[in-house]
């Protein structure tokens, strides 16, 4: 534990087997910037206590980062004093943490069960062979994330889709394609 | 304040927020200042009405007429029309599909005619974010009753007569759980309010969240105050931005009052509410990984005894109760154990609420006494199946319960029927199918959710459900034969037998209990020239033999 908290070896990922080492898409430093550290920081040093604290810091730092790419997990596990594993553990166990960044825009569809019973599954079905995606990625161009959710609460509206914040209620198969070109086309005109 | 004469209330729970029901409102409030009534009418931000399906939901008060489905464009008309020329707006009125009569008031309403609301009797009536209108409804008496004129175990024997049990599905007997915490020696104890709901299709506890979150605030303080307890947690799904919005509202206006914090009621009775978010995992609705989690670990159930009540948050005994059910408290406080008691079975009293969906014609929340049968429920309140087709099975308990069949809609509800009848209560979610949905895919897609949710500890939970899921998979696919089959049931039994937690112990369920109900579902997908009839060995009766 001590070695793994000394900067350099944590960061050269010595003692890190290539299976548990976290993937970072984006190189690391480009969208890590000091200042969203120092927001991080001063949100730890704001609590009380850390004892039991580490999800919601995580949060926090989801919140701040967008993602939780290694860099930041290390950085919380030197700030708390626990091994860099703990963190991971945590991060890796709660599907509302991701490793990865995310698209401009996040196209949620919910496959809670109501949504499921309404045709929800073919709704998946249309965006991953439109998009050319599985669950979880993101589009070439970087525009959409898909994701897969538990329901979202507006079941009398099922199948649901949600982009980003809004609300798509009793989407059909069809309707997929025009939400699709909603967003590229603004995406043109910017 | 004095001045106002009508109260537009505009539902702004998440399905009607999701409906455009802001902007409803917006338009609402822009049309009544350029009319110059904005001194008299008064536009109400409530929560959820339950009727969802209809949403946004408009209700205009003193006059009590109920408007479905209004647009933002309608608002203009809902002012012009009946606000100032008193004439109500047809064309938004609830239109009963059987009789295609037009509907304005709420009790006439089939949806509402069967409900009984004791949980929900706030929702959609107050506006959430206001602590005075809850007041107004006689908010906060039982916490003043309770800590200045009962003793702690007056308290618990009043929720123990009442019969009152656990609505987070275990169905564990509440006083008795307030009586175990509060014997336990320890000077430092908690009180959890258990909101990570995390049935998918299933959104009881967030309207009760949403629309009366004080309700579970005061029950939460005078649970404290009955076990001894000055800290609550309230552990809340990340994935509730709404809900988590109006608890830190009601929670700040709670503070302000002194109704919680030091001295509540200048009593030496002292107790405060942390929020504790979720991070997506449905284990963590078992109170075990629930507690793991509140201390910000990986949210793994840990082997019971010890419970939570003898050694729970770092190692303090700690009281876990669902939101619906500490909902159920301030009314027997207030009315009485004998009157809660009144309803129900004989086992189950009081009322359930249950979240109607999937294929039926009401999509929305409801509030039942108990012992109501499930054909009352779907047809009557719930309005039957959409589009003429017809009715096939109801799932309740969520992933980890079971379908019930036609001929299982007459039993009165209860914890035991459903139990019986291979199902179980669960935390409310109520799926209904009709004849189009293929079973076998139906126990695949929740086989999915406990594969994905397992959370890894036990081995047959992490791999055992696989197994399932991959078998059923090999079924919908059509390479499977009857040996699959036989190994499906075998299967399922022992991850049923074999699991650590709930979770696991009851994935198995839907898989168990469509293949008892709809066999012939399974054997279509099988094209097995040794056994074309199908006989599986392995059915409950049997299961013994199965182990050995
Ligand atoms: C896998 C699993 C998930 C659960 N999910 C929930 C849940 O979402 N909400 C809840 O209140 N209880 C849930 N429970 C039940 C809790 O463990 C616990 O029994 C309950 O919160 C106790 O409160 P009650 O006595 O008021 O029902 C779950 C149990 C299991 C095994
Ligand atoms: S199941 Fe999709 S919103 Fe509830």
Redesign the pocket.
């Known amino acids: 534990m001590e070695i793994l908290l000394k900067d350099n070896v944590a960061k050269d990922g010595e003692y890190m087997t290539e299976p548990q080492a976290i993937s970072v898409t984006a190189p690391a430093a480009e969208d890590l910037p000091k200042e969203k550290f120092d927001e991080l920081e001063a949100f730890i040093d704001s609590m009380e206590t850390t004892k039991g604290a580490l999800i919601a810091i995580l949060h926090k730092a989801q919140d701040i980062f967008g993602y939780l790419p290694r860099d930041v997990q290390l950085y919380i596990a030197r700030k708390l004093g626990i091994p860099g594993a703990e963190v991971f553990g945590v991060v890796s166990f709660y599907s509302y943490f991701t490793t990865k960044p995310g698209g401009k825009h996040t196209l949620s569809v919910c496959m809670g069960t109501a949504c499921f019973v309404r045709g929800a599954d073919k709704v998946i079905e249309r965006l991953k062979e439109k998009l050319n995606v599985e669950s979880n990625e993101t589009t070439e161009d970087g525009l959409f994330t898909l994701k897969d959710v538990r329901c979202i609460g507006a079941c009398g509206l099922a199948p649901v889709v949600m982009v980003d914040d809004k609300v798509y209620g009793r989407v059909r198969e069809e309707d997929v394609d025009d939400i699709i070109r909603e967003y590229r086309s603004q995406e043109g005109q910017q | 304040m004095a001045k106002v004469r009508t109260n537009i209330m505009v539902c702004t729970g998440t399905g009607c927020l999701a409906n455009e029901s802001e902007k409803v409102i917006r338009n609402l409030e822009v049309i009544l200042k350029a009319r110059g009534y904005a001194e008299e009418v008064q536009v109400i931000k409530t929560g959820c009405f339950g009727f969802c399906e209809q949403g946004p939901i408009v209700k205009i008060e003193p006059d009590n007429v109920f408007y479905v489905r209004v647009s933002p464009k309608d608002a203009k008309d809902i002012i012009d029309e009946h606000i100032i020329k008193g004439r109500r707006v047809e064309r938004l009125l609830y239109v009963e599909p059987k009789q295609k009569e037009k509907i304005n008031r709420q009790e006439d309403m089939p949806f509402y005619k069967k409900q009984l609301r004791v949980a929900l009797r706030n929702c959609g009536l107050i506006n959430p974010e206001d602590i005075n209108e809850y007041i107004a409804r006689g908010g906060y008496e039982a916490l003043g009753r309770v800590t200045t004129e009962m003793t702690r175990d007056q308290v618990i024997e009043e929720v123990k007569k009442s019969g009152l049990?656990?609505?987070?599905?275990?169905?564990?007997p509440?006083g008795l759980?307030w009586e175990i915490t509060k014997k336990q020696e320890s000077d430092v104890k908690f009180i959890i309010c258990?909101?990570?709901?995390?049935?998918p299709g299933a959104f009881m506890?967030r309207s009760i969240l949403e629309g009366d979150p004080h309700s579970v605030l005061e029950a939460m303080a005078i649970g404290g105050y009955a076990i001894g307890a000055d800290k609550g947690i309230i552990y809340i799904r990340a994935e509730y931005p709404l809900a988590i919005s109006r608890l830190n509202t009601a929670l700040k206006q709670a503070r302000e009052l002194g109704l919680l914090g030091k001295n509540i009621f200048g009593t030496n009775f002292s107790f405060d509410i942390d929020l504790k978010y979720g991070a997506g995992a449905?284990?963590c609705?078992?109170?075990t990984a629930?507690i793991n989690s509140c201390e910000g670990k990986r949210g793994e159930p840990n082997y019971k005894p010890p419970y939570p009540a003898e050694e729970g948050y770092w190692g303090h005994p700690t009281c876990?109760?669902?939101?619906e059910?500490f909902a159920n408290i301030t009314p027997i406080i207030m009315r009485g154990a004998e009157w809660f008691a009144s309803m129900g079975t004989e086992k189950s009293k009081g009322t359930k609420v249950f979240a109607l969906a999937g294929k039926i014609n009401n999509v929305g929340l409801v509030e039942v006494p108990m012992g109501i049968t499930l054909r009352e429920i779907i047809f009557d309140i719930g309005g039957g199946i959409p589009n003429g087709k017809k009715f096939k099975a109801v799932q309740t308990g969520g992933p980890?319960g079971g379908v019930i069949t036609e001929e299982g809609l007459d039993t009165p509800i209860d914890y035991e029927s459903l139990l019986e009848r291979g199902s179980m209560m669960g935390?409310g979610g109520m799926i209904v199918m009709d004849e189009d949905d293929n079973m076998v895919n139906i126990a695949k897609f929740y086989l999915e959710f406990t594969m994905d949710e397992a959370c890894g500890r036990c081995v047959p939970g992490r791999i055992g459900t696989r197994r399932i899921f991959e078998i059923l998979q090999k079924i919908t696919d059509g390479k499977a034969t009857m040996a699959d089959l036989d190994a499906l049931k075998q299967l399922a039994y022992m991850v049923k037998d074999s699991s650590l937690?709930?979770?696991c112990q009851?994935a198995p369920n839907p898989v168990i209990s469509t293949m008892k109900y709809f066999w012939d579902e399974y054997l279509a997908f099988i094209k097995d020239v040794d056994h074309p009839r199908g006989e599986g060995k392995y059915t409950a009766e049997n299961k013994a033999e199965i182990k050995s």
Do not use: I, P, W, Y
């Open positions: 049990r656990g609505r987070g599905g275990g169905g564990f509440t759980k258990n909101a990570d709901e995390g049935d506890d449905f284990v609705g078992e109170e629930l876990v109760n669902n939101v059910t980890s935390s937690c709930g979770l009851t």
